[in-house]
């Protein structure tokens, strides 16, 4: 059979672009309010009655209109209606899918019954429900499917052993669960060779279901194209043979789409713009996982005007910053990044700076949350002496940098002798002579002991001077701040609910959340007047 090329809807120049049909994935992404969805409905409508439209928010949720918004679904179950074979009870497209699955299931045993008086040694051939329990429990591989009285019931217990729990009805799954059974049941049906649309393909699920779910459905039905629109650009991703289609905006007066079909192996492949491809903020590319961490938490509080995405390493932020800045001509948007300081000197954090990378003036992100205008502020909104609070912080955090004094200066001399060896050592050399030659120099160079002796006494003019900042910008420890107890002293219960008491206020529009929110920008060299640090004339140091 001859391929056909799937066509686009229109671009404002009226020209009309096609995708080549053998690609198994369609993947339409783009901003919110970018027209995804109209794009999606004008590429269903020009594919006529090839078009399969899924939806889980239209299949869950009874519709007022009549339809359960598939044509297919409705007209199969319609005719089983109208045939006197199913009663016209089920509103919802969820519903009727299971009916006709059970519908099918019943026709199948009856005929198989029949064929028995002829044939006895006829098999039981596999039917609909079969498919669509074998991925169910694929996806699921903890639940099992009862079949019971001509009902589809659900259990947890291994291998359907249910111990006198007779299972539960589908109407009691999760909304998770019923669009994972609504998409299996729905592709069951899919007439063959269809031009499968799905619309948020992620919505109510896990992303790990998710990335399941579509394989084995795009497994079950190898004969049908699946097109995605989607906000969740891992899932985009994880469509290894996909063409995407970047939708940047809709003109509702001439019908036309301004919209890039972007080729193989291009932006969408790289993990960090596939992370925030849609959003018309400026993007903050931040250490720390997504959950857990305390950047996460704090810095899309801080910085507002931003979308915060968390990377992980320090590496990943100032790899991920440059890289897509890197792309601005592409996606028009600016980034910065955030990294602890930890020990780097002063000529590290100046180029990281002249590279958008925002580096505070403290070691790491739990010094933020000792700054002594921030202990101040949760002092004083649970009813505390602000300054017996922080004198009482300050001098912990002092007596113990005095105590470890000599060994933050160790870690700290070990730090640059890293970076001077890693930069020494990465030049061209003209043969194995010279390089031996050159690093048997590097010891009396980089006088390790020195820079050691340097810092010590650096260190201990701080404690000298009570610089209560100057230590919280080179002091790497963690433990200093549930043994500051400035939790307790605060009327609060351990370093968690400190935290979470200044996440609190910072959620609201207060006083004291702008007194806190201009304490940390202040760790930026930052006012709340100016979130974005100006580094322009330093892009190309």
């Known amino acids: 059979m001859a391929t056909k090329n799937i066509q686009l809807p229109p671009q404002p120049s009226g020209r009309r672009l096609t995708i080549d ?49 598939n044509e297919v679904i409705d007209g199969r179950y319609n005719t089983c209606v109208s045939s006197g074979l199913l009663h016209a009870a089920e509103s919802t497209q969820f519903d009727r899918v299971l009916a006709l699955l059970m519908h099918d299931e019943m026709l199948n045993l009856i005929n198989y019954k029949i064929t028995r008086r002829s044939a006895p040694d006829t098999p039981l051939l596999p039917t609909p429900l079969d498919s669509v329990i074998d991925v169910w429990q694929q996806v699921f591989p903890d639940n099992r499917v009862l079949i019971e009285s001509g009902r589809m019931l659900f259990s947890r217990r291994p291998d359907g052993e249910t111990d006198g729990d007779e299972g539960y009805a589908p109407s009691r799954l999760s909304a998770g669960e019923k669009a994972v059974l609504y998409y299996i049941g729905a592709m069951v049906f899919a007439p063959k060779r269809s031009l499968v649309f799905v619309d948020s393909p992620e919505l109510f699920l896990h992303p790990t279901v998710t990335q399941s779910l579509w394989n084995h459905l795009e497994i079950m039905r190898p004969d049908c194209r699946f097109i995605y629109t989607t906000h969740d650009l ?23 789409w301004d919209y890039e079909v972007l080729p193989a192996q291009s932006v969408l492949t790289d993990d960090i713009y596939r992370s925030i491809l849609g959003s018309r903020k400026p993007v903050l590319f931040i250490e720390g996982e997504a959950r857990r961490s305390i950047d996460s938490k704090l810095y899309p509080l801080i910085f507002r005007e931003f979308t915060v995405q968390p990377l992980g390493s320090c590496n990943k932020v100032i790899e991920a910053t440059r890289t897509f800045n890197d792309l601005n001509a592409f996606h028009h ?27 505070p003036e403290v070691a790491e992100v739990e010094n933020l949350l000792l700054v002594e205008e921030v202990v101040r502020t949760v002092a004083s909104f649970r009813g ?18 005095r105590h470890e004094l000599e060994q933050q200066a160790l870690l700290h ?3 640059r002798v890293k970076r001077i060896v890693e930069c020494r050592i990465d030049g061209r050399f003209q043969n194995i002579d010279v390089l031996e030659r050159h690093m048997a120099t590097l010891p009396r ?38 043994g500051s107890n400035v939790a307790v002293m605060c009327g609060l219960k351990d370093k968690d609910d400190y935290l979470y008491t200044i996440l609190k206020i910072l959620r609201h529009d207060s006083p004291e959340a702008t007194r806190l929110r201009n304490a940390i920008l202040q760790c930026f060299n930052l006012s709340s007047g100016s979130i974005l640090p100006d580094s322009d004339d330093n892009d190309e140091n």
């Not at 594919?47 to 239209?58: D, E, F, I, T």
């Not at 891992?234 to 036309?256: E, G, H, M, Q």
């Not at 002796?453 to 009570?466: A, G, H, I, Q």
């Not at 919280?472 to 549930?482: A, D, E, F, G, H």
């Open 21 to 69: 049909e053998t690609a198994r994935q369609i993947v339409i992404v783009g901003a919110n309010g970018a027209g995804k969805s109209r794009f999606t409905a004008r590429m269903a409508k020009d594919a006529g009655n090839r078009a399969y439209v899924l939806s889980a928010l239209n299949a869950i949720f009874e519709r007022t209109n009549g339809s359960t918004g």
């Open 234 to 256: 891992d899932f985009a991703a994880s469509r290894s043979s996909s063409s995407a289609i970047w939708v940047r905006n809709y003109d509702p007066r001439t019908l036309t």
């Open 333 to 359: 948007l600016d980034s910065r990044g955030i990294v602890d300081r930890d020990r780097r000197d002063v000529k590290e954090v100046e180029y990281l700076r002249g590279k958008r990378i925002m580096v």
């Open 384 to 401: 505390k002496d602000e300054n017996s609070v922080a004198s009482k912080v300050r001098r912990y955090v002092i007596n113990e940098f």
């Open 413 to 415: 001399t070990r730090h």
């Open 445 to 482: 160079e980089i006088n390790p002991r020195g820079i050691y002796e340097n810092l010590c006494r650096e260190f201990r003019d701080y404690v000298k001077r009570s610089d209560y900042a100057a230590i919280l910008r080179v002091y790497n420890q963690k433990s200093i701040l549930p």
